[in-house]
């Protein structure tokens, strides 16, 4: 029974992003940490900034930062477990900044009887 090294496990194009071609098994196994290694920082730091970009636009982008916060079966682990914050320590609005979108939403105040009872902590 033949031992495959990493260089015979992989396919052309991750060789090619590996640069493993024509690598011992030894070496082409550090590089291979190394690539692993950078790919992780590379998406832990833009899910950080898509983080960042959530909370700072607030509204619309928290919602959105929530669901892919919830698609571990499609998105890099660094982007769901960074963004599932959003589901329990989403940024907070004042009862006066959702009163205000209310009116400006929806026109006269006197049209509508909105009443809203603030959430006790």
Same mark, same amino acid.
């Given at each position: 029974?033949a031992?495959?090294t990493?260089s015979?496990?992989?396919t052309?194009a991750e060789?090619?992003?590996?640069?493993?071609?024509g690598l #011992?098994? @030894?070496? *082409? !196994?550090?590089l #291979?940490?190394?690539?692993r290694r950078?790919?992780?920082?590379v998406h832990?730091?833009?899910?950080e900034r898509l983080?960042d970009?959530?909370?700072a636009n607030?509204?619309?982008?928290?919602k959105? *930062? @929530?669901?892919l916060?919830?698609l571990?079966?499609?998105l890099?682990? !660094?982007?769901t477990?960074?963004?599932?914050?959003?589901h329990?320590r989403?940024?907070?609005?004042?009862?006066?900044?959702? @009163?205000?979108?209310?009116?400006?939403?929806l026109g006269?105040e006197?049209?509508?009887?909105?009443r809203f009872r603030?959430r006790?902590?």
């Amino acid at each position: 029974m033949a031992t495959l090294t990493l260089s015979d496990r992989l396919t052309g194009a991750e060789k090619c992003e590996t640069g493993l071609t024509g690598l #011992n098994s @030894q070496a *082409g !196994e550090r590089l #291979n940490s190394g690539v692993r290694r950078g790919r992780y920082m590379v998406h832990r730091r833009s899910a950080e900034r898509l983080l960042d970009l959530c909370c700072a636009n607030r509204g619309t982008f928290i919602k959105v *930062g @929530q669901h892919l916060g919830a698609l571990d079966y499609l998105l890099p682990e !660094e982007y769901t477990s960074t963004l599932k914050v959003l589901h329990s320590r989403a940024p907070q609005s004042s009862m006066e900044q959702i @009163q205000q979108v209310i009116r400006e939403d929806l026109g006269k105040e006197s049209v509508f009887w909105i009443r809203f009872r603030p959430r006790s902590d």
